[in-house]
């Protein structure tokens, strides 16, 4: 009895030190395990983003854990410019902290001074500081306008849709909005406004008909000859002088 006792307890120590330490001392090494950083290297096309913020969130990085990256990442990616964030070691133990930036497509200013850049995914973020110009559309919103959110899927619609138009695209000098004749884009071509209105249901048929318009008018030699262009009409656009 004693013999087969003894191989019971000697079959159960063989299996927590085959098994059960090795996992043990791999968990005590990670809870322990601090890398040594050579540098910090920050990535990506940076226009908004300032390193001394990125900085601030990541801290000392010769505390940082390995299970601890993903966190700095979403902490990183609460900057209202960050897209996305990864961090990394690289092969010389640098740590790599690589950024995507949201990419604007309009800049929006209010009538009382806000400042913000619009993005592909429709959301918008206020404007600070900028390393490199930014050349993209500027949207004018009046003071009067207060559903301001609601807006913004509306605009954003209408910016892609532009920029698929590069003839149409490269005549607009800004945009405008107003509670009565919905969006207006002015041209570059002597101010010229462009009523496009509230539904943006049909605006890549508008858009086509524009540049149309547009071009017969520089065939004809009528280029700016019209004040005003109205886009509201279904199927219709009412040129008036």
Known sequence: MRVQEFKMRAKRWAYYLLFVMPF????????QWKPTFH????????????????LQIIGKVDSIKPFEL???ERKLETLEPVKEAHLFVAYDSTLVIRIQEHVP???????????????????????????????VPVV?????????????PELTVL?????????????????TYSSTEG??????????????????S??????????KFYKFLKEQGLWGRYRTIDLRYKNQLVAGK
């Open 39 to 54: 540098r910090v290297r920050l990535q990506g096309n940076l226009r908004f983003v300032d390193s001394t913020a990125v």
């Open 140 to 152: 004018f919103l009046p003071r009067d306008v207060s559903t301001f959110g609601e807006l913004i």
């Open 70 to 72: 993903e966190q700095i």
């Open 183 to 200: 969006w207006i884009l002015i041209s570059r071509i002597d101010r010229q406004k462009v009523i496009i209105g509230h539904s943006n």
């Open 105 to 135: 497509i309009a800049r929006i200013i209010t009538a009382n001074g806000e400042n913000y850049y619009l993005t592909q995914e429709g959301t918008i973020f206020p404007v600070t500081r900028v390393s490199r110009p930014v050349y």
């Open 159 to 175: 910016i892609k849709h532009l920029q698929d138009n590069d003839f149409v695209y490269s005549t607009i000098a800004h945009i």
């Open 202 to 211: 049909d605006i890549e048929h508008k858009i086509n008909n524009l540049e």
């Open 24 to 31: 043990v001392v791999l968990m005590i090494g990670a809870v």
